[in-house]
């Protein structure tokens, strides 16, 4: 069974960056998509970002240009740099993995709270 556990996350000004860390542990075999997810008080949770074991990413309009995810495969690690970060970034971001050996499983961290603010 995979585990999530993300790090990272915090109180930033306007304009300020911040890097999410997700360490994955366990059997990660066949994980095939990893991604960051947020949810913000009162709204939907909102895919922001994902890549695939292939390399390719895909990127929520709101983040282009400012985020950036990437894997590290050697040290099972998913991150997320979010660069001049604005108040309507504030929000719980997750960890997402899909893993698929004999079925389909999708595993999420707990979450780390991303607060924008001055």
């Known amino acids: 069974q995979v585990q999530l556990v993300e790090s990272g996350g915090g109180l930033v000004q306007p304009g300020g960056s911040l890097r999410l860390s997700c360490a994955a542990s366990?059997?990660?075999?066949?994980?095939?998509?990893m991604a960051w997810y947020r949810q913000a008080p009162g709204k939907q949770r909102e895919l922001v970002a994902l890549?695939?074991?292939?390399?390719?990413?895909n990127y929520a309009d709101s983040v282009k240009g400012r985020f950036t995810i990437s894997r590290d495969n050697a040290k099972n690690t998913l991150y997320l740099q979010m660069n001049r970060l604005q108040p309507e970034d504030t929000a719980v971001y997750s960890c997402?993995?899909?893993?698929?050996?004999?079925?389909?499983?999708?595993?999420w961290g707990q979450g780390t709270q991303v607060t924008v603010s001055s």
């Open positions: 366990g059997n990660i075999r066949s994980i095939d998509i």
């Open positions: 890549v695939t074991s292939g390399g390719t990413t």
């Open positions: 997402y993995a899909r893993q698929t050996l004999l079925s389909t499983a999708v595993i």
